[in-house]
């Protein structure tokens, strides 16, 4: 444990090591001592008698969010990501016992009387930013209500929590194997990963949904019946259990809005973002499909045809035929052979790539950093700016049983400055040493890389509540879509993506993958919207009798031309149901405001050092300090616009589509 004072008082800004937290015992232990500290601090704070000014009183306020934010953090990335379960269950209890914490502040009437007297003539610009969100935070937690209306919010708010954890776990834990009779039924894949999956004692090869067997298979394998039943598995791993845990959730968030006086969740939990209605998020997603619809049918049309020369009799193209048939359009009407492409990314040369490129582009170095680790496969560095340390991050980027089964930046320190530096964690379930990636999985390193660096530049304010990623969350994607183009730089990628006898990859090659990187687009983005569409239609309604099976099926037949499978039941599996609740629209929200940033590179150059320090210091490091519209105006010098992306959807090779559709006559 790391303190600026042995004892307890308003001003303690405490932290802890991952080697201090390495056991179950000892999470439980330092985290009983966090809730015990953090009881009596807010009692400190309600009690406090003097004027309350920012010296005196915000900043206890920021020492004691700082404090109790560093164990839920550290305990909320050991839950998802510790090889030993008892440790995992003792993070998930010490995240339960620490929500009712930050209930109790955000629900306390004298603090937040106390916050909003605080004379701020004179204070900087900076900390009238924190105390107007500060202000917004209690009022939207529902200050304002009555003690019975606020008791009752902090126990939903509890409930609230476990019921998610719930959710995230059974998700977690949820590993489905699919077993195979013979070697044939491995027709299609690369060699390497027919050698990788060698038949066990029985005879049987076993196909895990984890994502380094799941996207491969999907992607090559010739067995129409085997990547049905592997997707049934994917869509059904967390299946039945979750179902009524879902309900739950819709239920318990149902309840809170009402409280609060909203007519649905929905509607709160957009009061603070960008968007700012439920109504507006709708809107958009009409937007979207209608910019989306000649695309998308354009594409569907490619793939039935190139379907029906392997089946004449086929009238329709299923869900789980879509991976396949991309890549064998791309193959054969783009020249673009992904077999061949992932010979170029192996995961060792593509993480140092990855590493070069935000060095070269940001000005920064990484270093090792000697620290103890969770897990042997774990590794651990430092970024540097000069002689000033910008924060520290491990990479947790392989497989294994328990672990968190999609890719994310888990922050676990925001950066304070004068006190802590940031710290966060890549987790992802990436291919291992040099064993080869799919080109879809550097594009999601990037991507979720994007996350990091945003983390930790912009981990370097006094106040927490603008300190890390702690802007609004349907800007939160945008910098980490930002950072995906780089993967279609040539001069970025021929670093590091070579082959075995260490050849760089073609040019050429990246100039057909760049022709065919908008075949897809079209459905991909309405793979999104129905996403988008599902999570915002859980959330903005009484779910009371809620039919969740048939609102899904609904939604996907809304948006999607594959037809729901009876046997599915993916909702129970989508994570972003608890984490995202309502406003999963934030990834394509996110994506037109990256796609606008863009254009300023475009015009200057994906490499160029000045603009990536322009879009560093104006967006990157500014964190929570202005409105994420203000960040963007600042970088561009004009106001948002998303007509840049609705021109790329609209337009995106939707003759050339059509015309690979009739036979490229």
Known sequence: MVAETADFDLYSYRSWDIADLGTAEAMASACA????????????????????????????????????????????????VHPDASVRDAADACSQSLSPLFSDLSLSRPI??????????????????????????????????????????????????????????????????????????????????????????????RITTQYPDLFPFMQYADDDAARRELTVLYNTRAYPENEPVLRKLLEKRYELAQLLGFDNYAQLITADKMVGSPERVEQFLEELTRYTEEGQQAEYEVLLARLQQIDPQAEQVESWQ??????????????????????????????????????????????????????????????WDGDYLVGRFYLDMHPREGKYQHAAAFPMRNGISGVQSPVATLVCNFPAGDELMQHSQVVTYLHEFGHLIHNLFAGHHHWDNISGINTEWDFVEAPSQMLEEWVWDYDTIAQFARNADGEPIPRDLLDRMMAARDFGLGLGTRRQLTFAALSMGLY??????????????????????????????????????????????????????????????????????????????????????????DLVTDFLGREISFKPYADRLSGAQSEQIATQASGGE
Do not use: C
Request: proline content about 3%; aromatic content about 10%; hydrophobic content about 35%.
């Open 322 to 383: 879509r991976s396949y048939l991309m890549e064998k359009v791309t193959s054969e009407q783009f020249e673009v052979d992904s077999k061949r492409v992932r010979e170029y990314f192996n995961y060792n040369a593509t993480r140092e790539g990855i590493l070069t490129l935000v060095q070269d582009l940001f000005g920064v170095q990484f270093r090792d950093w000697d620290t103890p680790v969770w897990h042997e496969s774990v590794t651990a560095h430092e970024m």
């Open 540 to 629: 903005n309604r009484n779910p009371e009798g809620l039919d969740i099976k048939g609102l899904s099926d609904e939604i996907v037949r809304n948006y999607s031309p594959f037809e729901p499978m009876p046997e599915e039941n993916f909702y129970a599996s989508f994570g972003h149901l608890n984490g995202y609740s309502a406003i999963y629209y934030t990834y394509q929200w996110s994506k037109a405001i990256a796609t606008d940033m863009l254009t300023r590179f475009e015009e200057e150059g994906l490499r160029n050092v000045e603009t990536a320090g322009s879009y560093r210091d104006l967006v990157l490091a500014r964190g929570g300090a202005k409105p994420a519209a």
């Open 33 to 80: 001592q966090e809730v015990e500290d953090m009881k009596a601090g807010v009692a400190a704070l309600e009690s406090f008698a003097d004027t309350p000014t920012v010296t005196n009183y915000l900043e206890a306020i920021n020492a004691q969010v700082v404090s109790v934010s560093n164990m839920a953090m550290a305990a909320g990335t050991l839950g998802a």
């Open 112 to 205: 937040y009387d106390r916050l909003s007297a605080i004379d701020l003539d004179g204070a900087d610009d900076d900390t009238r930013r924190s105390v107007e969100k500060g202000l917004l935070t209690f009022k939207l937690s529902g200050v304002d209500k009555d003690e019975a209306t606020r008791q009752r919010i902090k126990a939903l708010n509890d409930e609230i929590f476990a019921v998610g954890q719930e959710f995230d776990r059974n998700i977690r834990e949820a590993m489905m194997t699919m077993e195979l009779d013979s070697v044939d039924q491995l027709a299609g894949l690369p060699q390497d990963f027919i050698d990788a999956h060698p038949p066990g004692e029985d005879g049987k090869i």
